[in-house]
């Protein structure tokens, strides 16, 4: 009995202590979200007033890249990856370089035309807040980790205004195929803190409830199902592709800053023969695509991703979920169209459903369709959230997630490593299957 009544006062002044800490981080990360948000949203809108503002990128990636090199390494590239980084190489130690430096590197990022999401910047400067608080109060590594995580969530959260879908990404995105139970309270309580810190200082989010209420069939499943496959071949496509330019781009052998330089003018040029349209965040296209009011064409997603690998691969700094949404969005809208379903509800899937497969994050996809977009299509969502996910394979945007699950039975993968490091080989009774398969097929023709 006595010892049954230690380890509840012992439980119950633990959650108290992650009470505080959780709404502590979820204060700061929410006002430092609300500072970032409302400084891209000023510049953003000075540089629309110069027609040809994207003229600038070439100088931006030099000076990106210049400002984390000689000020805070660790904030290259798109941030989560840096911070799970940290989390499972340093215990989730970060420089506080990181926190000014990533805010002003992202924010001339997208306003002079780099195709950038906001997320990155938010979830690393939030992880950054949560390390020098841990500092500060001489916290060990196992519960600096833990704020880390927070700071993640909190990020996510309040940069999209979805402060559930927001926590589980924090949570989800460290371990494909693993969960850290004992971070869920306070990653759900800093996640809606600081949702609520940036609504009070009237940051406003883009939630687009679907009206179009399908009616379930087998034909609709079917579709459904079809879409999560195409979308996540669609995350593969978006995954081998960064992997591979990054390495090719990697081998020349030139000067860091004239590649950043040549890069920058590269852009410039697709912008001159394509369009502005998928410089940025893009958010303008999601919207009507989400709203019905635009159909994307066929080519919109590929050349978001060609926009998105050139900017991170040249020193662009910001995040890629943004962008990710944007393809989704588009791929999802061009999917619609091929098989005459609604617009609106298959780019709204399409959306979190590339989230899911390029992040391996089907649990907060899954509910960040609930959040955005309502229950009406939230069912379908999570289905095709699913089906993108297992479809990407053992690869991610994020090299630094660690394994815990394999996907298949059918292939054998190196468990507790680093996706960067995954080597997928098939199973004896996979490369039967394929064989019975490739069989059954060919004597049907």
């Given at each position: 009995?006595?010892?049954?009544?230690?380890?509840?006062?012992?439980?119950?002044?633990?959650?108290?202590?992650?009470?505080?800490?959780?709404?502590?981080?979820?204060?700061?990360?929410?006002?430092?979200?609300?500072?970032?948000?409302?400084?891209?949203?000023?510049?953003?809108?000075?540089?629309?007033?110069?027609?040809?503002?994207?003229?600038?990128?070439?100088?931006?990636?030099?000076?990106?890249?210049?400002?984390?090199?000689?000020?805070?390494?660790?904030?290259?590239?798109?941030?989560?990856?840096?911070?799970?980084?940290?989390?499972?190489?340093?215990?989730?130690?970060?420089?506080?370089?990181?926190?000014?430096?990533?805010?002003?590197?992202?924010?001339?990022?997208?306003?002079?035309?780099?195709?950038?999401?906001?997320?990155?910047?938010?979830?690393?400067?939030?992880?950054?807040?949560?390390?020098?608080?841990?500092?500060?109060?001489?916290?060990?590594?196992?519960?600096?980790?833990?704020?880390?995580?927070?700071?993640?969530?909190?990020?996510?959260?309040?940069?999209?205004?979805?402060?559930?879908?927001?926590?589980?990404?924090?949570?989800?995105?460290?371990?494909?195929?693993?969960?850290?139970?004992?971070?869920?309270?306070?990653?759900?309580?800093?996640?809606?803190?600081?949702?609520?810190?940036?609504?009070?200082?009237?940051?406003?989010?883009f939630h687009s409830h679907?009206?179009?209420?399908?009616?379930?069939?087998?034909?609709?499943?079917?579709?459904?199902?079809?879409?999560?496959?195409?979308?996540?071949?669609?995350?593969?496509?978006?995954?081998?592709?960064?992997?591979?330019?990054?390495?090719?781009?990697?081998?020349?052998?030139?000067?860091?800053?004239?590649?950043?330089?040549?890069?920058?003018?590269?852009?410039?040029?697709?912008?001159?023969?394509?369009?502005?349209?998928?410089?940025?965040?893009?958010?303008?296209?999601?919207?009507?695509?989400?709203?019905?009011?635009?159909?994307?064409?066929?080519?919109?997603?590929?050349?978001?991703?060609?926009?998105?690998?050139?900017?991170?691969?040249?020193?662009?700094?910001?995040?890629?979920?943004?962008?990710?949404?944007?393809?989704?969005?588009?791929?999802g809208s061009l999917f619609?169209?091929?098989?005459?379903?609604?617009?609106?509800?298959?780019?709204?899937?399409?959306?979190?459903?590339?989230?899911?497969?390029?992040?391996?994050?089907?649990?907060?996809?899954?509910?960040?369709?609930?959040?955005?977009?309502?229950?009406?299509?939230?069912?379908?969502?999570?289905?095709?959230?699913v089906l993108s996910f297992?479809?990407?394979?053992?690869?991610?945007?994020?090299?630094?997630?660690?394994?815990?699950?394999?996907?298949?039975?059918?292939?054998?993968?190196?468990?507790?490593?680093?996706?960067?490091?995954?080597?997928?080989?098939?199973?004896?009774?996979?490369?039967?299957?394929?064989?019975?398969?490739?069989?059954?097929?060919?004597?049907?023709?």
């Amino acid at each position: 009995m006595k010892e049954s009544f230690e380890e509840q006062t012992a439980i119950f002044f633990s959650i108290v202590k992650w009470i505080i800490f959780a709404v502590i981080i979820g204060i700061l990360v929410g006002g430092s979200t609300t500072v970032f948000l409302k400084l891209l949203h000023i510049t953003t809108d000075l540089s629309s007033h110069f027609h040809y503002y994207y003229l600038a990128l070439p100088f931006t990636f030099v000076l990106c890249t210049l400002m984390i090199n000689y000020l805070a390494p660790q904030s290259k590239g798109h941030g989560t990856e840096k911070v799970i980084e940290a989390v499972h190489k340093r215990s989730g130690k970060i420089d506080w370089t990181v926190i000014p430096v990533k805010l002003f590197t992202t924010i001339i990022t997208i306003a002079s035309g780099g195709s950038v999401g906001k997320e990155g910047p938010s979830g690393q400067i939030g992880a950054g807040l949560a390390s020098m608080f841990s500092d500060l109060f001489k916290l060990n590594d196992h519960d600096r980790k833990k704020l880390v995580i927070c700071g993640i969530s909190a990020g996510f959260a309040a940069v999209f205004g979805t402060p559930i879908s927001g926590a589980i990404f924090g949570l989800e995105v460290l371990y494909v195929g693993a969960i850290m139970y004992d971070v869920m309270l306070p990653s759900f309580i800093a996640g809606i803190i600081a949702y609520h810190v940036c609504t009070y200082f009237g940051i406003t989010y883009f939630h687009s409830h679907i009206n179009f209420v399908p009616i379930f069939s087998n034909s609709f499943f079917l579709v459904v199902m079809l879409a999560g496959i195409v979308f996540g071949t669609i995350s593969f496509i978006f995954i081998e592709s960064f992997r591979t330019i990054e390495e090719w781009i990697h081998k020349w052998s030139i000067n860091e800053y004239l590649k950043n330089f040549l890069g920058g003018a590269a852009l410039v040029g697709f912008i001159f023969l394509f369009s502005a349209k998928y410089a940025g965040l893009g958010v303008e296209s999601i919207e009507q695509e989400l709203n019905g009011t635009q159909s994307a064409f066929w080519y919109d997603f590929l050349l978001k991703m060609l926009f998105t690998i050139i900017t991170l691969s040249f020193g662009g700094s910001g995040g890629v979920v943004t962008p990710i949404f944007f393809i989704g969005a588009a791929a999802g809208s061009l999917f619609a169209q091929l098989l005459h379903v609604d617009n609106a509800t298959f780019a709204a899937i399409g959306m979190v459903s590339l989230l899911s497969g390029a992040a391996n994050t089907p649990i907060a996809a899954s509910i960040m369709g609930l959040e955005l977009f309502g229950p009406e299509v939230a069912s379908y969502a999570a289905i095709s959230c699913v089906l993108s996910f297992l479809m990407t394979g053992h690869r991610s945007i994020y090299p630094s997630q660690m394994l815990s699950t394999k996907k298949s039975g059918s292939v054998d993968v190196e468990l507790g490593d680093e996706m960067s490091n995954m080597t997928a080989t098939l199973r004896p009774k996979g490369r039967l299957f394929l064989y019975r398969f490739w069989k059954f097929w060919h004597l049907k023709r």
